[in-house]
């Protein structure tokens, strides 16, 4: 499943053809690969209103071997990235600051380039015009990631006094090639403790991981991502998908479960496993999700069920089995709810998945500060328009439509939505808590 169209605007003479007749240029995204450096050049790190977080940046990029620079060079090098600190600013003067910092650094940035903007949240402030600057700085980021191109991104983080252990990584993932189509997102951390001494090269070494609808598409990255990364994966997946479940957990040296998740035992059965084979989980992915469209008033109550079945009423049930039953969801643990942009934004078509998609993330929100008194955290990933099986089927047009209409110019692949995904499952996201990420490339659908 290639990108004809930006391999064509990448080649020598489409280059040439696209550009002259004023088509858009998808670039070939940096993605990560075991190894490879967190960034691809330097990085400026600069304060607006003057920051505190400067020397938690400096460090997280040292400790990568990324040089860091107080400014852009004139000599023309090409940075790897620029992140400003925001959580000195008091008031929108502080804004032309950030302008100042951003404004010839953005100018120097290489291909596939960061923008990370980081302030403390607009709920936290103590006056109207402080609350006024941190907002300001979501309608900054957001629109510069419109105006980057090249493959480059810009995201914002919200750091509430107290959460500066949190920081560094989320800092990492929003740098690195793992959040190559994770593009105008805000997300905001909370004070949580950070186990150190992670091993970035396998953040997820001696956990035990759950990923539903593993046997195909979206499921089975996660599973290979999530084993890569250092889990033992349970891949779960309807018996009629054995065959290709039992292909997936071979792969990766997991295990494969088959189980119906809407069945009325199934998370009781689930948790035998857990309990019997591995003693507990650390990892749940529930990914496991279906589709039956129709408009509403063509919808008959076995569409509008069965979608509810699988994608909220599954998830709801299962994660309170988990949490009630004793000693089976480990310490620390994560719990990631795959969402759809359709939750976000509504799809024609869809008013029975984007119900469900949306619902799981007001359960996200809800459970959030449960999670939290158990050190442990549940978010979700609401993916885009992602280059499967599935969307390859569509018509020309609207694939060639929807694959476009984002700031990346282009589909996310499974592979983006796994890696979101199981940076929300390291321990060092443990600030990350009743977040929705959006894995979209800055879709311009919904907000
Ligand atoms: P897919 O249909 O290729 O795979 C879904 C998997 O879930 C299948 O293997 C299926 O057998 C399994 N499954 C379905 N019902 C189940 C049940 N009752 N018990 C256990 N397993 C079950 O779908 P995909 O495109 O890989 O999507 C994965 C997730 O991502 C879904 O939640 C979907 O809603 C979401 N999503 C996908 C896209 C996209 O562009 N593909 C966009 C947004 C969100």
Known sequence: MTDWYRDLANSGVGSTLVEQLGLPRPAVLRRYEPGAPLLTGPAVVGTAGGGGLHEILTRVLEDAGVPVRSSAATDGERLGAVLLDATGGTGPADLAAAHEVLAPAVKRLGPSGRVLVLAHPPSDADSPAQAAARQALEGLVRSLAKELRNGATANLLFVPVGAEASVPGPVRFFLSGRSAYVDGQVVTLTAADVPAGEDAERPLAGKVAVVTGAARGIGAAI?????????????????????????????????????????????????????????????????????????????????????????????????????????????????????????????????????????????????????????????????????????????????????????????????????????????????????????????????
């Not at 299962?318 to 039953?325: F, G, S, W, Y």
């Not at 998945?353 to 939290?372: D, E, H, L, T």
């Open 223 to 447: 599973a290979r991502v999530v084993a890569r990364d250092g889990a033992h994966v349970v891949a779960v997946d309807v018996p009629a998908a054995g065959q290709s479940l039992a292909e997936v957990a071979n792969e990766i040296g997991g295990t494969a479960f088959q189980l119906d998740i809407t069945a009325p035992d199934a998370a009781q059965r689930l948790i035998a496993h857990l309990r019997e084979r591995h003693g507990g989980v650390d990892v749940v992915v529930h990914n496991a999700g279906i589709t039956r469209d129709k408009l509403l008033v063509n919808m008959d109550a076995a569409r509008w069920n069965s979608v509810m079945a699988v994608n909220l009423q599954a998830q709801l049930d299962v994660t309170q089995a988990l949490l009630d039953a004793h000693g089976v969801l480990r310490p620390g643990a994560r719990v990631v709810c795959v969402s759809s942009q359709s939750g976000i934004a509504g799809n024609r078509g869809q008013t029975n998945y984007a119900a469900s998609k949306a619902g799981i993330i007001g359960m996200v929100r809800a459970w959030a500060p449960a999670f939290a008194e158990r050190g442990a955290t549940i978010n979700a990933v609401a993916p885009g328009f992602i280059v499967t099986e599935m969307t390859a089927k569509m018509p020309f047009g609207t694939r060639e439509i929807g694959s476009r209409i984002n700031s990346l110019q282009q589909g996310g692949l499974p592979v983006d939505v796994a890696e979101t995904i199981a940076w929300l499952s390291q321990p060092s996201a443990a600030g990350v808590n009743g977040q929705v990420v959006r894995v979209c490339g800055q879709s311009f659908l919904g907000a």
